[in-house]
């Protein structure tokens, strides 16, 4: 199983941004998808997940600017951010927990994408 992210670039403040997140590979069932970011010096923090059920539970900081929205059809989650901020600058890596048969689970990251914003 892999997660392959994109969309990630630079954008002023105030900009908006689009990430995706496709899983490939042996998949069986997706649970909860996740984004995180780590900023530098800072640790990884939980941005915003949803789980197969569409429940949605987001970060604070990001909470009404940020959406996280899942193509399950296309095992591929999205990230839409909003009124970006210079502190949204990080590294965004996508998070699945993924089965790939009855009994086999495990935990999978994207490679990381940059986001960066600045004037």
């Known amino acids: 199983v892999q997660l392959q992210a994109s969309g990630g670039g630079s954008v002023q403040p105030g900009g908006s941004l689009r990430l995706s997140c496709a899983a490939s590979?042996?998949?069986?069932?997706?649970?909860?998808m996740s984004w995180y970011r780590q900023a530098p010096g800072k640790q990884r923090e939980l941005v915003a997940t949803q789980t197969s059920d569409r429940i949605t539970n987001y970060s604070d900081s990001v909470k009404g600017r940020f959406t996280i929205s899942r193509d399950n059809a296309k095992n591929t989650v999205y990230l839409q951010m909003n009124s970006l901020k210079p502190e949204d600058t990080a590294v965004y890596y996508c998070?699945?927990?993924?089965?790939?048969?009855?009994?086999?689970?495990?935990?999978?990251w994207g490679q990381g994408t940059q986001v960066t914003v600045s004037s």
């Open positions: 590979g042996r998949i069986y069932s997706i649970n909860a």
């Open positions: 998070f699945a927990d993924i089965k790939s048969s009855v009994i086999r689970r495990g935990d999978y």
